[in-house]
C-alpha cells in the first residue's frame, strides 16, 4: 500500500508505471502473508519490484514502449521473470523505457518521456528510465531492466540508485524483447548493493530455453559481501582526461581514489587506447543486430497492423513506418546498411574485428586489476529536450558501452552529487563472472 500511494502521488508527473497491477499485487502480497506464517515463503518474500516494459509476462501487457506492439499481450513467463514469482517477489506494475530500449534519456517512449524525481525539467537517463524512477521515488524497492550498452547503469546514475549489468549469458535472456542479442542483459535496480545481490541469485544461471545463457554455477551472491582487505584498482585515466567530462564527476572520481588509497588498495592509472572506438564499434554492431532483431515486427504476428494496406508489401510498409517511432527507424536503416552487400565488410565485419580487440585488451587489463573504475557518465542529469542530435546522445555513452562490448559485468553507484545537487555515479567493472567480488567492493563504497 506504501508504494501504491507512491504511485498514486507521483506517477501522472513523472510518467514511470504504464500500468499498475494493484488488485493482483495486493492478492501476491496476502499470498505472501499467508506463506510467511506457515514458514514456507521465499527468499524474496515482500520484495515489490517494477518490470520495464520489455520483460514477458504472461497474460500481461508487452510492448517496448512502442505503438508497433499495441494490445499485445505476452503468451509466456520470460525464466529470469518466473524464478523471481518462484521466490515470491511482488510484481506491481509495467515501467515506461525508451523504444525497444534504445536511448540514454526515456524520451524517445511511445508513451511520452519518463520524467527525473529529483529535478521534473531533467531526463531520468535511459532506456530503464521508468524503471530507475521508480526506485529513486519509492514506487517500488527495485526494479529490473535491461542493459544493452548502459540502459540500466545509466538511468542508475542519474536518479542516484544502483544498478548492475551482470555478465553477458549470466542471466537467462528468454522472455527480454531482443535489441542486440548480443549485448543484452537483463539487470536490477536497487537502493542496497544486498538487493541487488539477492535480485542477481535469483535471475542467475542456466536455462533449457536459452542455450546462451551460461552453466556456470551461481553463487550465494547475498552471502558473499564480505570484500578482500585488499584490492588491486585501476582508473582509466584517459577517460578522465577527456574533455567534456564534468568537473565534479571528476572529483568523484579523485575523491573515490583517494579514498580507496587511504583503505590500503592498490590503485594505479590505465590507459585504455580504444576509447574513441566504442562508440562507432557499439553503434554499427547493435543497430545492425537491432534490424534483424526487428524484423519480425511485420503487422501479420504481434500488436499494431495498418489499418489501410493493399497488399502483403504495403502492409509491411505502412505497419512499420506508422508503428515504430523515429529513433527505431534510424536505428534499422543505419542496421540494414552496415549490413548491407556492398558496406558489410566495411563496417560490421570491421567492427566485430575492433570489437575482439576492445574485449580482449579489456581482458587483460581485467587479469592485471581487480576492478576498473570509471565514471558511469560524462555529465549529471541533462535537461529534457537538451540533446536533440542523435550523435551527441550516443557520445554520451562513452564510457558504459565497454563492459557491453566486452561481456563483462558493472556497476554504477552513487558517489556524491553536483553543485546543483544532482547525483553522480561511478561504475565499476570487474573480470566475467567475478559478480561476487564486483558486488563486496561495491558495497564498500555505498
Ligand atoms: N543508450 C544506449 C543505446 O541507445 C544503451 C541502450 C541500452 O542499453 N538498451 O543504445
Request: some cysteine; glycine content about 8%; hydrophobic content about 40%.
Amino acid at each position: 500500500e506504501y508504494y501504491l500511494d507512491n504511485i498514486a502521488q507521483r506517477n501522472a508527473e513523472l510518467n514511470v508505471f504504464l500500468e499498475v497491477w494493484a488488485d493482483e499485487a495486493r492478492q501476491q502480497a496476502l499470498a505472501v502473508d499467508e506463506k510467511i506464517a506457515n514458514g514456507t515463503a521465499g527468499k524474496l518474500a515482500g520484495m515489490v519490484i517494477g518490470l520495464k516494459d520489455v520483460l514477458a509476462y504472461q497474460g500481461h501487457s508487452l510492448q517496448s514502449s512502442s505503438r508497433i506492439l499495441d494490445g499485445f499481450k505476452s503468451l509466456f513467463t520470460g525464466t529470469a521473470v518466473q524464478r523471481l514469482l518462484a521466490e515470491d517477489a511482488i510484481f506491481i506494475g509495467r515501467q515506461n523505457c525508451d523504444e525497444f530500449a534504445m536511448g540514454g534519456s526515456n524520451e524517445n517512449s511511445a508513451f511520452g518521456p519518463v520524467r527525473n524525481a529529483q529535478d521534473t525539467s531533467r531526463v531520468p537517463g535511459g532506456s530503464s528510465g521508468g524503471s530507475a524512477v521508480a526506485v529513486q521515488a519509492d514506487m517500488c524497492l527495485a526494479s529490473i531492466g535491461s542493459d544493452t550498452g548502459g540502459s540500466v547503469r545509466q538511468p542508475a546514475a542519474f536518479c542516484g540508485v544502483i544498478g548492475l549489468k551482470p555478465t553477458y549469458s549470466r542471466i537467462s535472456r528468454y522472455g527480454l524483447v531482443a535489441f542486440a542479442s548480443s549485448f543484452d542483459q537483463i539487470g536490477p535496480i536497487t537502493h542496497s548493493i544486498e538487493d541487488a545481490a539477492r535480485l542477481l541469485e535469483v535471475m542467475a544461471g542456466a536455462d533449457g530455453y536459452d542455450s546462451t545463457a551460461s552453466e556456470q554455477p551461481v553463487p550465494a551472491y547475498s552471502e558473499l559481501l564480505t570484500p578482500a582487505a585488499q584490492y588491486r584498482i585501476g582508473y582509466v585515466a584517459n577517460a578522465i582526461d577527456r574533455p567534456g567530462l564534468q568537473p565534479e564527476v571528476h572529483e568523484a572520481l579523485e575523491n573515490t581514489l583517494h579514498t580507496l588509497r587511504g583503505h590500503g588498495h592498490v590503485v594505479e592509472a590505465v590507459e585504455f587506447p580504444l576509447l574513441e572506438e566504442m562508440i562507432p564499434t557499439y553503434y554499427i554492431l547493435t543497430t545492425a543486430e537491432a534490424s534483424s532483431n526487428l524484423s519480425r515486427f511485420d503487422g501479420v504476428k504481434y500488436g499494431y497492423r495498418a489499418p489501410d494496406a493493399t497488399d502483403l508489401e504495403s502492409l509491411y510498409k505502412k505497419t512499420r513506418a506508422q508503428g515504430f517511432g523515429p529513433e527505431v527507424q534510424r536505428r534499422i536503416m543505419l542496421g540494414t546498411f552496415v549490413l548491407s552487400a556492398s558496406y558489410y565488410d566495411a563496417y560490421y565485419t570491421k567492427a566485430q574485428r575492433v570489437r575482439r580487440l576492445i574485449k580482449e585488451k579489456t581482458d587483460e587489463l581485467l587479469r592485471q586489476y581487480d576492478f576498473l573504475v570509471l565514471p558511469t557518465t560524462p555529465t549529471t542529469a541533462f535537461k529534457l529536450g537538451e540533446k536533440q542530435d542523435p550523435v551527441s546522445m550516443y557520445l554520451a555513452d562513452i564510457f558504459t558501452v565497454q563492459a557491453s562490448l566486452a561481456g563483462v559485468p558493472a556497476i554504477s553507484i552513487p558517489a556524491g552529487q553536483d553543485a546543483e545537487g544532482l547525483p553522480i555515479g561511478l561504475q565499476i567493472l570487474s573480470g566475467a563472472f567475478r559478480e561476487a567480488d564486483l558486488l563486496a567492493f561495491a558495497n564498500t563504497l555505498t
